[in-house]
């Protein structure tokens, strides 16, 4: 049974960098086709995929957003994590991290993280 | 603006099929898998289509998946009540090189 469950701040304040780790188990990341991504919900609105990481260490990202991510993994501790800097207001939202294989599934919880001042 | 297109809303009764539509382009549901995600309110989506038309285990046979050049629907064979959710359809983009989601469907159950 593959689990996912992401962690970190509640909140955090404008201009300020967001660190969210996904520790996950019930598969490896360095199976090959294994991945995990990083998805994010704003209150009331709409999905939106913001980065991924393979097996093979290779990574993509949101093209709007691509300038702000970076992820990363540990495959000894099963964890990725994703930063995303000079956050704003508008990045509050649940972020989710998924499974990926065959399509994002299963995803975790989700954390909710507000930007305020 | 997402790149997948969706209708914000969809109903239907229990007698009826209500079909979700996801429209596209060549660089995404014209050349990937289609996956659509179920969201009931306060919990996490959860994949009821798989790669066009596959159900993972668990999902109950009302729900069915097609795909067709640069569209993809969702068919629900007589909703039931704790059907209504919101729905998205999911793929990858060639261009953008990532993940590209619908706008997301609101299902109600008459």
């Known amino acids: 049974q593959i689990t996912l469950k992401e962690s970190g701040p509640t909140l955090v304040k404008p201009t300020q960098t967001l660190t969210l780790t996904c520790t996950f188990s019930?598969?490896?990341?360095?199976?090959?086709?294994?991945?995990v991504g990083w998805i994010r919900q704003p209150p009331g609105k709409a999905l939106e995929w913001l980065a991924i990481i393979y097996w093979d260490d290779e990574k993509r990202y949101s093209p709007s957003l691509k300038s702000r991510l970076t992820i990363t993994k540990d495959n000894s501790k099963n964890q990725v994590v994703l930063t995303m800097t000079n956050m704003d207001p508008v990045d509050t939202a649940r972020y989710y991290c998924a499974h990926s294989y065959a399509g994002l599934d299963p995803w975790g919880q989700g954390t909710l993280v507000t930007v305020s001042s | 603006q997402s790149v997948l297109t969706q209708p914000p809303s969809a109903s239907g009764t229990p007698g009826q099929t209500v079909i979700i539509s996801c429209s596209g382009s060549s660089s995404n549901i014209g050349s990937n898998n289609v996956y659509w995600y179920q969201q009931l309110p306060g919990t996490a989506p959860k994949l009821v289509i798989s790669?066009?038309?596959q159900r993972p285990s668990g999902v109950p046979d009302r729900f069915s998946g097609s795909k067709s050049g640069t569209s993809a629907s969702l068919a629900i064979s007589g909703p039931r009540s704790e059907d209504e959710a919101d729905y998205y359809c999911a793929t990858w983009d060639d261009s953008l090189s990532g993940w590209v989601f619908g706008g997301g469907t609101r299902l109600t159950v008459l």
């Open positions: 019930g598969f490896s990341l360095s199976t090959s086709g294994e991945g």
């Open positions: 790669r066009n038309n």
